[in-house]
């Protein structure tokens, strides 16, 4: 099984990368994340590798980080999430974002990923509570409001303005992830605006 890949980026597109390794070109499906942080065409990359294996194929996920792989590895393995669903998931959410999502019981949260409903998004939160690491210092809102949880909420009124200011759930998702920990929703949402005009 692959683990991981270093080697010349050959070309890219909004959800794969061509890996060249030693004389052979690796088709690397990853998120735009991804494809934003990885070096330009020409450049030495380097990707840690889920290899998913099926009967007729085997396809390469690639991700920035280990902790990235592994929480994809514990999505995939999540009755109902298949490799398309666990990518889509990591494409809204970075690691930290999803355990916040967790954390704060925050469904909306995850029905901003494609093809995640109400019913889904329910059951993906127990399910991934129970395998996912819940950040220290975040307590879930239906134990009450507290300054944790008070955090979360600014960031969750952040992001539904966001969306009704009509940024897409990837857009809203890669901001949200690069804003400070805060508890002003003003300050945070004026933040959030600046960082997507300078995008």
């Known amino acids: ?35 934003d942080q990885i070096g330009s065409v020409g450049s030495e990359v380097f990707l840690f590798i889920h290899h998913h294996q099926r009967e007729d194929a085997g396809t390469l996920f690639g991700f920035g980080s280990l902790d990235e792989r592994r929480v994809f590895e ?23 974002g999803l355990r916040q999502v967790l954390a704060t019981d925050d469904i909306d949260g995850l029905c901003m990923v494609p093809g995640v409903g109400k019913k889904t998004a329910a059951r993906l939160l127990i399910e991934l509570k129970t395998r996912l690491k819940v950040p220290e210092g975040v307590a879930s809102t239906s134990a009450g ?26 857009e809203v998702a890669r901001v ?15 933040q959030a605006l600046q960082r997507l005009a300078a995008a």
């Open 1 to 35: 099984m692959i683990g991981s890949l270093r080697g010349e980026l050959l070309d890219r597109t909004d959800a794969e990368l061509l890996i060249e390794v030693a004389g052979l070109g690796y088709r690397v499906q990853v998120t735009p994340a991804v494809v």
């Open 74 to 96: 514990t999505l995939i393995s999540t009755h109902g999430v298949g490799p398309s669903m666990g990518l889509a998931i990591l494409s809204v959410h970075s690691p930290l």
């Open 145 to 170: 409001a507290d300054s944790g949880s008070a955090g979360n909420s600014a960031r969750g009124d952040v992001r539904d303005a966001l969306l009704g200011l009509g940024y897409g759930p990837e």
């Open 176 to 190: 949200l992830s690069e804003l400070p920990e805060a508890t002003d929703t003003s300050d945070l949402l004026r």
